[in-house]
């Protein structure tokens, strides 16, 4: 039921080209012999779950870091952000979230504020699991500043047999926590540099929820007084 549910969700604009070629392409296969044709069936509802868009419900207390992508956890470490954001050699605590091809691959904001700044950079396509991938991959960064003038860092990166990443936002834009702002096809990787004093609530290997699932809470961080 639930992949039923998914598959019957509106899909993401960028899919729409796709699901009428996968279609297109299993008339053919239906014409040259049946069995091609059902393979051709099962492709295009592949093709209808990848660019799924459900609606999410978004955490909106202010400190929050919230996942800008659905997918596995599958690195937290200290780095430095992508140097064409100007943003100097200081490192930030960088939660990297990987996107296979069955997760949904829509993008958004992982907290509210206005776009300062985009920046496209051309690169490999390496498999998005590695490490080495958010240096060498093609890659899409956006930092955003919140109203309480931290910034957070969101880069889009292109994977083993991702071919375009989607942005539609530009700089000046405001943006809500959990806004969509673009999307990768077909598998990749997003990777959040957290603002200071940000403490990350996921672990290595967990499953996050785009929009859903709060990566780091800034407040934890703050002194309490009595």
């Given at each position: 039921?639930?992949?039923?549910?998914?598959?019957?969700?509106?899909?993401?604009?960028e899919g729409h080209r796709w699901v009428i070629i996968f279609a297109a392409v299993t008339v053919v296969l239906f014409m040259i012999w049946n069995p091609l044709g059902w393979i051709g069936v099962i492709l295009t509802l592949w093709c209808l779950y990848f660019f799924r868009d459900p609606d999410r419900v978004t955490p909106t207390r202010a400190g929050l870091v919230i996942s800008p992508a659905d997918g596995v956890v599958n690195m937290i470490t200290e780095a430095t952000p992508p140097e064409e954001l100007g943003l100097g050699d200081m490192t930030r605590t960088r939660v990297s979230i990987f996107m296979n091809v069955f997760n949904c691959h829509v993008n958004r904001a992982p907290v509210a504020g206005r776009v300062k700044r985009v920046a496209y950079?051309?690169?490999?396509?390496l498999n998005a699991d590695l490490d080495k991938a958010s240096d060498a991959n093609e890659r899409?960064?956006?930092l955003i500043e919140r109203p309480d003038g931290e910034e957070v860092v969101v880069v889009q990166i292109a994977g083993l047999v991702a071919r375009r990443i989607v942005c539609d936002v530009t700089e000046g834009h405001d943006l809500s926590a959990g806004e969509r702002f673009g999307i990768i096809r077909f598998g990749s990787r997003l990777d959040?540099?957290?603002?200071?004093?940000a403490v990350p609530l996921v672990a290595v290997g967990q499953t996050a929820i785009a929009g859903e699932t709060v990566l780091a809470d800034q407040a934890l961080a703050e002194p309490h007084h009595l």
């Open positions: 039921m639930n992949s039923l549910t998914s598959i019957l969700t509106p899909i993401h604009r950079r051309p690169g490999l396509f899409n960064s956006v959040v540099y957290l603002p200071r004093g």
